[in-house]
């Protein structure tokens, strides 16, 4: 998620920049300080809501993304755009944390059943 946000702030700086964009360039900003903390507190909580909160998150971006690179970007007022190699970049490593925290949801789960069962058969 480290590297996705660095991805963003990268994306960032060419589209205030370079692009002058003063409406991506903002929403890379926010994506891209939004990662900082989810990463965090999925690193130093044991708790599901981060992973969740990563998912909902990412799968939304990632599909914004497919929105704005077709012809349904015409329901923003906007010509579709190019995929880039940013893009591309940010996308494979969005797809990674999705899973990566679809894995670790399932793990947690199927520890907390095998910490019952062996609580049940304790007792």
Do not use: C, W
């Amino acid at each position: 998620m480290i590297a996705i946000s660095a991805v963003y702030f990268v994306e960032t700086s060419e589209e205030l920049f370079e692009e002058q964009d003063m409406v991506k360039g903002p929403f890379f900003l926010i994506v891209a300080i939004a990662y900082l903390p989810v990463a965090y507190l999925m690193l130093t909580k044991k708790s599901a809501l981060p992973h969740v909160v990563a998912i909902v998150g990412t799968v939304g971006i990632i599909a914004l993304y497919a929105v704005t690179r077709t012809d349904m970007a015409i329901v923003f007022e906007m010509e579709a755009g190019s995929i880039g190699h940013l893009g591309i970049v940010s996308k494979i490593l969005q797809v990674g944390v999705v899973l990566g925290s679809i894995l670790t949801l399932v793990q947690v789960r199927k520890e907390s059943q095998n910490k019952t069962k062996l609580e049940e058969v304790k007792q």
